[in-house]
């Protein structure tokens, strides 16, 4: 009796089942989600900014700079030793104060002093020695992003320094001359750190001649957006969004309302993009070409001429500016696409006689054409947005490894970044410890400026990327989304390298 109910509810079930699949309801369903399929493909195709963070509450207008502060010029890290082959350095994670408001104290974090950091410079060949100490009340650790280094000098999340510990690395600088930085990497903690201002820059240094000359005619702008309190003070808890915190205070080296003034020369500006999540598409006011000539990893292979560029968070241009070309008088300011200032230019009246160049480099790039031929051997796809963000359906476990390489062997990675139903937003995914290839994006060619070093590639909704990866170092390294939201989410892998 008992198992003829049971056929005869299976039969009803059945029946329900099928009826249901030829009922127009599914058709529907089906049709609809390739409509938004279409629509973010279509999006791409425009490359919008605001594209990628379609149907992201993330529209948070940036104020302009006033230009009434003029721009601070982090120093350069004093070596506590240095001979040609060797370079000692101390890097201290401290709290503060700085008066980034008139008047106002804001409780800070930075680097040998209470907010960002100095710049660090190594010259390749040489020995660094490096002490990490950290004078916080909580876990940190010190990553070198962009550097090539091995997995447990790295910094990742396996490296914690806690509070009143010092470590000591030691690395061979290897890398040709490039723009990087470094930052904290703490598990879950990393946004929240950098937000409330540990990040420094790294020059590499090699033996090509330039001769620009730091803060005369080259300058590093970091780049970032804050929300401060009522009080002036950094809240993280109180403003942080699970899709990547913005705020509308803008902030060039840590000054608000920044200026700069140069001399009627050419000028290169080093753009580090420091953000939790902005993306900036940076240009000049009257639209005047400049020239990148430098990307994350170092120099292109020669200097390409734009008139404006995407910085996703985390990414490095070195460009240069001549503004022999303006005229005296004439106002001058880095902008955002949408009209937003980023930083008024003062023009002094003297140029240079002598132009400032930089050798160029015969052939930079190491990874060969046949290397980039190869089959595709990982894929990583990033999906989810929020709390709900993955790398290929998982998310980050210290204990997991999720990718193996041999040390010294290019591999192709494929990157997509899978839409969701409200489109999905651009991310920035990043690989420490090497610099890649970018071998194609959505199967053409990259356009020329992003043909040299990278180690972070931005991704639309949809993007499907190929880049060639080579680890020169062993050890286990991060992959993940620079979102620094998105990484303390989960949005991160590892890979070990042997
Ligand atoms: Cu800027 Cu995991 O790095
Ligand atoms: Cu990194
Ligand atoms: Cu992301």
């Not at 060797?86 to 106002?104: H, L, N, R």
């Not at 790294?202 to 590093?220: K, Q, S, V």
């Not at 690989?431 to 071998?439: D, L, N, R």
């Amino acid at each position: 009796m008992k198992r003829i109910v049971l056929i005869i509810t299976g039969l009803i079930v059945l029946l329900v089942i099928s009826a249901c699949g030829n009922m127009s309801p599914f058709d529907n369903g089906g049709q609809m989600s390739g409509d938004h399929m279409n629509k973010s493909e279509d999006g791409n195709d425009s490359s919008s900014n605001s594209m990628g963070m379609m149907g992201h509450d993330h529209d948070m207008p940036l104020q302009s700079s006033t230009g009434e502060n003029k721009l601070n010029i982090p120093p350069m890290l004093k070596s506590d030793k240095e001979t040609e082959d060797e370079v000692y350095y101390t890097i201290d994670a401290q709290q503060g104060q700085t008066e980034i408001f008139d008047g106002v104290q804001t409780e800070t974090l930075g680097y040998n002093s209470s907010f960002l950091g100095p710049v660090v410079k190594l010259k390749k060949g040489q020995t660094a020695h490096i002490k990490l100490k950290n004078s916080l009340d909580e876990e940190t650790t010190f990553h070198w992003h962009g550097l090539i280094i091995d997995g447990e000098a790295d910094g990742g999340p396996h490296t914690v320094i806690e509070p009143g510990e010092e470590r000591e690395i030691t690395f061979n600088v290897q890398q040709d001359r490039a723009t990087l930085w470094f930052h904290p990497h703490p598990e879950g903690k990393t946004a929240k750190q950098v937000f409330s201002g540990l990040a420094g820059l790294l020059y590499i240094e090699d033996d090509l001649e330039d001769t620009y000359e730091y803060g005369e005619n080259d300058f590093p702008l970091i780049i970032q957006d804050r929300t401060f309190n009522d009080q002036k003070q950094l809240d993280y808890e109180a403003v942080k969004d699970p899709d990547g915190t913005m705020g509308e205070t803008l902030l060039i080296n840590g000054t608000l309302n920044p200026r700069l003034t140069v001399n009627k020369e050419k000028v290169r500006l080093r753009l580090l993009n420091g953000s939790n999540m902005r993306n900036y598409t940076i240009k000049l006011s009257n639209n005047q070409n400049f020239e990148q000539i430098a990307s994350d990893g170092g120099l292109l292979n020669e200097p390409v001429e734009l008139n404006e560029i995407q910085l996703t968070p985390s990414e490095r241009a070195e460009i240069v500016v001549d503004f022999s070309q303006f005229k005296t008088g004439e106002e001058v300011k880095l902008m955002m696409d949408d009209g937003t200032v980023l930083l008024p230019f003062k023009l002094n009246e003297q140029g240079k006689d002598s132009e400032s160049e930089m050798e160029q480099r015969k052939n930079p790039v190491t990874i060969s054409d046949e290397a980039m031929q190869k089959q595709v051997s990982k894929e990583i796809n990033l999906s989810g947005m929020g709390h709900h963000v993955s790398i290929n359906g998982k998310k980050f476990d210290k204990d997991r490894i999720d990718l193996t390489q041999k040390q010294g062997e290019t591999d192709v990675w494929e990157i997509y970044n899978e839409p969701d139903m409200m489109g999905g937003m651009i991310h920035p995914f990043h690989i420490h410890g090497t610099q890649f290839k970018v071998i194609s994006i959505n199967g053409e060619e990259p356009p020329k400026n992003l043909q040299g070093y990278k180690d972070t590639i931005s991704l639309d909704p949809g993007d499907k990327a190929r880049i060639a990866v080579k680890f020169e170092e062993t050890g286990t390294y991060m992959y993940h989304c620079h979102i620094l939201e998105h990484e303390d989410n989960g949005m991160m892998g590892q890979i070990k390298v042997e």
